[in-house]
């Protein structure tokens, strides 16, 4: 997270991967654990949590409409 890389392309890359599960998972269990697994990998490389989660309810609601 702290890096030379703008935040704005940090963020779109949950946003990326986030998408990617909600597309490629058929299931609500599959795609619970697809994202608790992003979230643990963001974790570990110094992603703010409030960042990952709330990217990941902004692109569940666009997901939605």
Known sequence: ?????????????????T????RICP??????SALD???KHLSRNAY???IIIITFIEVHLCHER
């Open 27 to 32: 299931s609500p269990c599959l795609l619970r």
């Open 48 to 50: 703010p949590r409030g």
């Open 19 to 22: 998408r990617r599960c909600l």
């Open 1 to 17: 997270w702290d890096s030379f890389t703008p935040q704005k392309y940090e963020i779109n890359l949950i946003r990326t991967l």
């Open 37 to 39: 697994d992003l979230k």
